[in-house]
């Protein structure tokens, strides 16, 4: 059975610097997308960063573009989000999520929030100004 479990959330002041980490078990190998996610109060869930591991490909959202940093261990089953220069505005629950394996899964699918079936708690990050 597929688990992500995210860890790493917390407050700190704008300028500074978290690590997120998203625990995944039931993932071994083949085509298929992790995703960091996010979701503040009063808005719709956002795809902020995602990994294609078709061919290691990653992209980001224009708003963390540059700050944030998604990379995956596979020796220990961590998926990170590496978070740099936070603002205010990046406080909100943070969620990984990973869609099924698939030797038909491909790039395309990584940016729609609809091909994730497998999602962790989230954790919360707070940005103060």
């Known amino acids: 059975q597929v688990q992500l479990v995210e860890s790493g959330g917390g407050s700190v002041q704008a300028g500074g610097a978290l690590k997120l980490s998203c625990v995944y078990s039931?993932?071994?190998?083949?085509?298929?997308?992790m995703g960091w996610f996010r979701q503040a109060p009063g808005k719709e869930r956002e795809r902020i960063a995602h990994?294609?591991?078709?061919?290691?490909?990653?992209n980001y959202a224009d708003s963390v573009k540059g700050r944030f940093t998604i990379s995956q261990d596979n020796a220990n089953n961590t998926l990170y989000l590496q978070m740099n220069s936070l603002k205010p505005e990046d406080t909100a629950m943070y969620y990984c999520?990973?869609?099924?394996?698939?030797?038909?899964?491909?790039?395309?699918?990584?940016?729609?929030?609809?091909?994730?079936?497998?999602w962790g708690q989230g954790t919360q990050v707070t940005i103060s100004s």
């Open positions: 999520a990973a869609t099924t394996v698939s030797p038909w899964r491909n790039s395309g699918d990584c940016y729609r929030l609809t091909s994730y079936s497998v």
């Open positions: 990994i294609y591991t078709g061919g290691s490909i990653t």
């Open positions: 039931g993932y071994t190998y083949g085509r298929y997308c």
